[in-house]
């Protein structure tokens, strides 16, 4: 069965730093992999996805991530982070069969970005 | 523009009594459409999934149907709410089978809280 694993629950960081939010995943065959986030009380909103191509997958608000098949991850980045990208970020694989294909996600990173 | 529309944005129900949560979906034909629960901030649960008229697909047993009376219309119900229903819902839409890459498009969520 595909997973994916976020093993980070809370990442923190100053503004203007570097940001990574892990995600591994575990797959049979090709992955389909995705980034959203979530600002409180609010949907899922969508990042970013991995289809095929190139490894680096750039995103929506400045993020990209970084598809790495030997290690089975695709970490989330940013080079300088801001105090708006405080946000829950889940990390999701396509589970396919049956009649429709459908997401599974992670258990979510928060992500907070300090002053 | 496809936009997702869910209603109402929070509910506050007595245990034993009745639910209905509403999304409607605009701008596309023949979406798949999800109901999703968040309990305690954090992980996605997918409860139901439609991929037509009719179609509902269950995927954890529970005390919640679900009914998809119109192609872009999804409603999530209850004859006798618990207190474990609470948790913030959130309707989902993507693309049919033959056109879908994955992505989900998510509306802002029903928080509902069981006293």
């Known amino acids: 069965a595909q997973s994916v694993a976020q093993p980070e629950d809370q990442v923190n960081v100053a503004e203007g730093n570097p940001l990574t939010v892990k995600c591994t995943y575990s797959?049979?065959?090709?992955?389909?992999l995705f980034w959203y986030v979530q600002y409180p009380n609010r949907g899922l909103q969508f990042l970013l996805k991995?289809?095929?191509?190139?490894?680096l997958v750039k995103g929506s608000y400045g993020f990209e991530a970084e598809f790495n098949k030997s290690q089975t991850s695709f970490h989330l980045k940013k080079p300088s982070a801001l105090v708006s990208d405080s946000a829950l970020y889940f990390c999701?694989?396509?589970?396919?069969?049956?009649?429709?294909?459908?997401?599974?996600f992670g258990t979510g990173t928060l992500l907070a970005v300090q002053p | 523009s496809q936009t997702i529309h869910q209603w109402p944005a929070t509910l506050v129900q007595p245990v034993g009594s009745p639910l209905s949560l509403e999304c409607t979906v605009e701008?596309?034909?023949?979406?798949?459409l999800y109901w999703y629960r968040q309990a305690a901030g954090r992980g996605l649960q997918l409860l139901f999934y439609?991929?037509?008229?009719?179609?509902i697909s269950s995927e954890v047993p529970q005390n919640l149907s679900a009914s998809r009376p119109q192609d872009r219309q999804f409603i999530l119900s209850s004859k006798k709410l618990l207190l474990s229903d609470s948790g913030f819902y959130l309707c989902?839409?993507?693309?049919?089978?033959?056109?879908?890459?994955?992505?989900?498009?998510f509306g802002e969520g029903s928080r509902l809280t069981v006293l």
């Open positions: 989902a839409w993507s693309l049919g089978r033959s056109a879908n890459t994955g992505e989900l498009f």
């Open positions: 797959v049979s065959g090709n992955p389909y």
């Open positions: 991995y289809i095929t191509g190139d490894n």
């Open positions: 999701a694989v396509i589970n396919y069969g049956g009649a429709t294909n459908k997401l599974i």
């Open positions: 701008g596309t034909s023949n979406p798949n």
């Open positions: 439609s991929v037509g008229i009719g179609q």
